[in-house]
T-cell receptor
């Protein structure tokens, strides 16, 4: 697609439910990143994919959070047994190349706003 | 680990005036990239300007320019002739230039500065 696409745009769920957030990166972008942005805060790194593998999962806050990427394209972030503190905007970004290159621009989607009641 | 600090939670400017947003960072690396991103209410992160640490010349993009002070680890953004459409949250971000290690091209962000533009 023309840009990074995320769905759903908004999700309201009850505490304890599982949610899935989807990211469709720019075609051909091998690197994919998930970030979390709590209300009025900066962006917190969650996980990085290069192709289908995730060499850096250091930002996932707990084992309730997991992510996968298939076909080197679409990625899904899953939050199990959601808690109120999981409420945030989840942003996905993709890049043509990863670290060590001269052009490191990340292209962001519009995010998925998650509200846990 | 690298850290990025934006000490101004909020700033305001009159339309057509100039405003400067501050950013400092901490790193032990010598080669890296710095970015300013704009986030309007739509939540889309938009790249405003990029600076390579090995370049001494400050980056400029139309009305946006930076003051990069490598020794002081300072990277401020100047917006000239401010427009109503400039109102947004602005984030300063750092990315390592090294291929190795665990940075993997991820961006480390500051806390953001909300910019209000008054007509």
């Amino acid at each position: 697609g023309a840009g990074v696409s995320q769905s759903p745009s908004n999700k309201v769920t009850e505490k304890g439910k599982d949610v899935e957030l989807r990211c469709d990166p720019i075609s051909g972008h091998t690197a994919l990143y998930w970030y979390r942005q709590s209300l009025g805060q900066g962006l917190e790194f969650l996980i990085y994919f290069q192709g289908n593998s995730a060499p850096d999962k250091s930002g996932l806050p707990s084992d309730r959070f997991s992510a996968e990427r298939t076909g080197g394209s679409v990625s899904t972030l899953t939050i199990q047994r959601t808690q109120q503190e999981d409420s945030a905007v989840y942003l996905c970004a993709s890049s043509l190349v990863s670290a060590g290159t001269s052009n490191g621009e990340l292209f962001f989607g519009e995010g998925s706003r998650l509200t846990v009641l | 680990a690298q850290t990025v600090t934006q000490s101004q939670p909020e700033m305001s400017v009159q339309e057509a005036e100039t405003v400067t947003l501050s950013c400092t960072y901490d790193t032990s690396e010598s080669d890296y990239y710095l970015f300013w991103y704009k986030q309007p209410p739509s939540r889309q992160m938009i790249l405003v300007i990029r600076q390579e640490a090995y370049k001494q010349q400050n980056a400029t993009e139309n009305r946006f320019s930076v003051n990069f002070q490598k020794a002081a680890k300072s990277f401020s953004l100047k917006i000239s002739d401010s427009q109503l459409g400039d109102a947004a949250m602005y984030f300063c971000a750092y990315r390592s230039a090294y291929a190795g290690g665990t940075s993997y091209g991820k961006l480390t962000f500051g806390q953001g500065t909300i910019l209000t533009v008054h007509p």
